[in-house]
């Protein structure tokens, strides 16, 4: 079991930028597959970004392609998720999540680990 901790959420104009970071212990983050879920009020957890435990691959909800990017630095066990463009739909609570398996899932139900979650408000 890995353990996640999520920072970097905040409040941002439309058209504006954040970097959050998941710091993860207990196992290295190079054993797993990583993702980046959202959560807006009144609606279902939903994926946003993942990479592949070797990084070789990365996934992008179609709503966010050219605008988010997910990447790791192994040696501070961190990965992050860079976010341009915002705009006020991308506001929700940030999850980082990790799992275990060979392959990448972009399923909720597939990752079995979860950091706590940080608040992105996009204003307009």
């Known amino acids: 079991q890995v353990q996640l901790a999520e920072s970097g959420g905040g409040l941002v104009q439309a058209g504006g930028s954040l970097r959050l970071s998941c710091v993860a212990s207990g196992r290295p983050i190079g054993n797993y597959n990583m993702a980046w879920f959202r959560q807006a009020p009144g609606l279902e957890r939903e994926y946003v970004a993942a990479?592949?435990?070797?990084?070789?691959?990365?996934y992008y909800e179609d709503s966010v392609k050219g605008r988010f990017t997910i990447s790791r630095d192994k040696d501070k066990n961190t990965v992050y998720l860079h976010m341009s463009s915002l705009k006020p739909e991308d506001t929700g609570v940030y999850y980082c999540a990790a799992d275990s398996s060979q392959y990448v899932s972009l399923t909720r139900s597939h990752y079995t680990d979860w950091g706590q979650g940080t608040q992105v408000t996009v204003s307009s």
């Open positions: 990479m592949h435990w070797s990084a070789a691959t990365t």
